[in-house]
């Protein structure tokens, strides 16, 4: 399988199509340039109006990897790995899974769960909701899905509407907006 070149990807789209991929990164790369993530969740619903999910998603890999891998690596050393590796675990788990749905369901059902999801997280932050507690395993869950419920949630995300850190973000946004 071979790709086309980019240029001939978005030369093929019309100019409106065009028009709202650019609005959609511009929009994106300001919410990303204010908060330091969530590129993708602005891009993708908006890219999604004039492409297809999966060429979204992959558009996203291209715009954003040259940006969010340095960052990345510069973060690393300031990472509470206790924190990180469960939700790692978890997307690496569950990303076939996201995949499955990305591919399968309706790019109308895509939208409308990417805009519910990133709807109700803004909603729980609005509404003054606060996170108290210090996000980790819970180690006296009776079972491993209750243990992996989380990094679970965060895994399937990844892939289905590359909001990946959604679950992760919306309770830690909140921990960190009462310190």
Do not use: H, N
């Amino acid at each position: 399988m071979t790709f086309p070149p980019l240029a001939d990807f978005l030369g093929a789209l019309s100019p409106g199509s065009q028009a709202i991929l650019m609005a959609g990164a511009l929009l994106g790369g300001l919410v990303r340039g204010f908060t330091g993530f969530g590129f993708a969740m602005v891009f993708v619903p908006i890219a999604t109006m004039a492409i297809a999910p999966v060429a979204a998603i992959g558009l996203v890999w291209f715009v954003d990897a040259p940006f969010a891998l340095p960052l990345a690596a510069k973060s690393a050393g300031k990472a509470e790995w206790r924190e990180v590796i469960p939700l790692l675990v978890g997307a690496t788990v569950l990303l076939p899974l996201g995949v499955f749905l990305l591919t399968y369901l309706e790019p109308v059902a895509v939208r409308w769960l990417t805009a519910v999801t990133i709807l109700c997280a803004v909603a729980a932050l609005a509404s003054g909701w606060r996170y108290r507690g210090r996000p980790s395993v819970p180690s006296r869950s009776r079972s491993a899905a209750g243990r992996a419920s989380p990094a679970a949630l965060r895994g399937s995300e990844a892939c289905r509407w590359r909001s990946s850190g959604l679950a992760a973000i919306t309770p830690i946004s909140a921990r960190c907006a009462t310190t």
